[in-house]
C-alpha cells in the first residue's frame, strides 16, 4: 500500500508539473493581421511562391492581393492561388480589384467584366472586394460623384448574390476636398447603401487628408469593416498615428479585419513589413481575434 500510493504522489506530482509548465510556456494567442500584397509588389512579381512564404514567416494570418487581371490572381488560376497561400497558412480574405465608372457603350463589357472578377473571387474564397480608385472627374463633379455612388451600390449587390461584401478604400483627396460645400467621403457615406457598400478606411490616408478616424467611426458607426492600417513608413514608426485612440473605438467603427499596408520604407520590404506586424503583435491595445 505504501509503495502504491507513493507512486500515486510521484504520478500526481509530475503531471501538476508538465500542465503548469505547459500553461505558463504557451505564447500569446497569434493576433488575426492581413497584409495588402502591394506592400511586396517588387518581390511578388518577380516570385509569387517565395514572396507568400516570406510573408506567411511575419505572423500575418491573411493576405489582400492586389494583383487581380483577366480571371487570374498574380498570373496563376483563383485554385492554385488559393492553394498556395492555404499551403503557407495564410487565407485570402479581401482582394484590391475594380473599374472605372463605365459610360452607355462600355457598360455592358464592364458588367460582364464585374461578373468574371466576381466569379474568381469566389473561387479564391474571399469575404470582401475593395475597389481603390475612382476617375479623375468623380473629384470634380457631384453628378459624377453621385453616379459613382450608384455604380458602387450596384456592383455591391453583385457581390451580395456571391456572399462577398463590395467596400471602396480611400486615399486623402476625399477629405481634402469638397464638392458644392460637401466633403466627398462624407457624400460617399451618405450616398451608398450601408447593405450594399461598406469602407475599408486607410487610416494614414485619412489622417493625410485632414480628418480624425475616430470622427467618422462616431458619424457613422459600422460603416468601416475593413481597415487599411497605415503610417509614414512602418506602422508605429512616425509617432504621427494616435493608434491608442483609433483602436478604443474599433467597436464603433464596425471593423472586422485589420490590413497592414507599407508603401514607403526604412528597411528592404519584407523587413519593413515584419516590422509592422510585430508592432501590432506588441502593442497591448490592439486587439484583433482570430
Known amino acids: 500500500m505504501k509503495k502504491r500510493s507513493l507512486l500515486s504522489i510521484v504520478l500526481v506530482i ?14 500569446p494567442a497569434k493576433k488575426n493581421i492581413g497584409l495588402q500584397l502591394y506592400s511586396i509588389r517588387d518581390s511578388i512579381m518577380r516570385d509569387v ?42 487565407l ?20 460582364k467584366w464585374w461578373d468574371e472578377c466576381i466569379a474568381a473571387h469566389a473561387a479564391v474564397g474571399v469575404k470582401f472586394i475593395v475597389q481603390p480608385f475612382m476617375g479623375g472627374e468623380a473629384y470634380r463633379s457631384l453628378d459624377t460623384l453621385k453616379r459613382y455612388c450608384d455604380y458602387f451600390n450596384m456592383i455591391g449587390e453583385k457581390c451580395n448574390s456571391k456572399g462577398i461584401r463590395f467596400g ?17 467621403y462624407d457624400f460617399m457615406l451618405t ?5 450594399k457598400v461598406m469602407f475599408e478606411m486607410d487610416l494614414y490616408w485619412t489622417v493625410v487628408g485632414g480628418a480624425n478616424p475616430v470622427s467618422y467611426f462616431d458619424k457613422y458607426p459600422g460603416r468601416f469593416e475593413l481597415w487599411h492600417i497605415k503610417d509614414k ?25 485589420g490590413v ?30 482570430m
Open 92 to 111: 485570402v480574405l479581401s482582394s484590391h480589384t475594380g473599374q472605372a465608372l463605365p459610360d452607355s457603350a462600355s457598360w455592358e463589357n464592364t458588367m
Open 168 to 184: 471602396y478604400h480611400n486615399h486623402d483627396k476625399e477629405f481634402s476636398t469638397q464638392l458644392d460645400g460637401q466633403t466627398i
Open 49 to 90: 511562391p517565395g514572396a507568400i512564404a516570406k510573408v506567411a514567416t511575419m505572423g500575418y494570418t491573411f493576405v489582400e492581393p492586389a494583383g487581380y487581371g483577366n480571371g487570374k490572381f498574380y498570373n496563376m488560376e483563383p485554385a492554385d492561388f488559393k492553394a498556395l497561400c492555404e499551403k503557407n497558412g495564410l
Open 14 to 27: 509530475a503531471v501538476s508539473g508538465f500542465i503548469f509548465s505547459t500553461f505558463y510556456s504557451c505564447k
Open 191 to 195: 450616398n451608398t447603401d450601408p447593405s
Open 233 to 257: 513608413k512602418e506602422v508605429g514608426a512616425s509617432g504621427m498615428m494616435d493608434f491608442p485612440a483609433i483602436w478604443a473605438a474599433a467597436a464603433q467603427s464596425g471593423m472586422k479585419y
Open 260 to 289: 497592414v499596408e507599407v508603401e514607403e520604407y526604412s528597411f528592404d520590404q519584407f523587413t519593413s513589413c515584419k516590422v509592422s506586424c510585430d508592432f501590432l503583435n506588441e502593442a497591448k491595445y490592439v486587439v484583433m481575434p
